[in-house]
């Protein structure tokens, strides 16, 4: 079966510093999607990539699909408090429903 | 739109008893996920369902039944409760083509003891 992992596991960052997270897949990439959770609360969708080479943008945050490598990384510039929280990829396992990594755990401090 | 909402919100069961965990989605989404959360563990997948009274095994289905009798709603059964089940509980849902992603409730939280 397919499996994400997710780097770092988590990372503290000082406010205004720019900062990256990285998911590696086991297997072929068909779809990656980045989500944003909150401690406590449910995950909110941030992006889906589809294509090798894509990359797209939200605000401050911005993800890129690298389909030969089967990694997507996701990057955010000049950090905020706001930015806070725990990240997590998923993927499509064809057929069934998205796998996910781990996670990255984001602290901001200012 | 509500999106999708679960209840309830938290819950705490003793060792053996039972309860369902409903989840209900307003956007006429075709699929529906049931997922829990623990540390050091993500997400992983229990139970999903393709379409009205359909369902099938996730990655960790057992101790779990599902029933999706109504397109809506999308039900997660445990019928005799034990610790290592003690989680946090996602619902998730999704339409056909869809380009934005599941839409996910706000969690149970479940404790058993």
């Known amino acids: 079966s397919q499996e994400l992992e997710q780097s770092p596991q988590s990372l503290i960052v000082q406010e205004g510093k720019n900062l990256t997270i990285n998911c590696t897949s086991s297997k072929t990439l068909y779809g990656l999607y980045w989500y944003k959770q909150k401690y406590g609360e449910g995950l909110i969708f941030l992006m889906m990539?589809?294509?090798?080479?894509e990359e797209k943008s939200h605000e401050k945050i911005t993800a890129k699909l690298d389909e030969k490598k089967q990694q997507s990384s996701l990057h955010i510039t000049a950090s905020q408090p706001s930015h806070a929280g725990i990240y997590l990829c998923?993927?499509?396992?064809?057929?069934?429903?998205?796998?996910f990594g781990k996670g990255t755990t984001l602290s901001v401090s200012s | 739109n509500a999106g999708v909402t679960q209840t309830p919100k938290f819950r705490v069961l003793k060792t053996g008893q039972s309860m369902t965990l409903l989840c209900a989605q307003d956007m006429n989404h075709e699929y529906m996920y049931w997922y829990r959360q623990d540390p050091g563990m993500g997400l992983r997948l229990i139970h999903y369902?393709?379409?009205?009274?359909?369902?099938a095994k996730g990655e960790v289905p057992d101790g779990y039944n599902v029933s999706r009798l109504k397109k809506q709603n999308f039900l997660l059964g445990l019928e005799s409760a034990a610790p290592s089940q003690t989680s946090v509980y996602f619902c998730a849902s999704v339409g056909t083509g869809a380009f934005y992603g599941y839409t996910f409730g706000s969690g149970t939280r479940l404790t058993v003891v």
């Open positions: 998923g993927a499509d396992q064809a057929g069934t429903a998205l796998i």
């Open positions: 369902s393709v379409g009205e009274g359909t369902t």
């Open positions: 990539l589809q294509k090798g080479g």
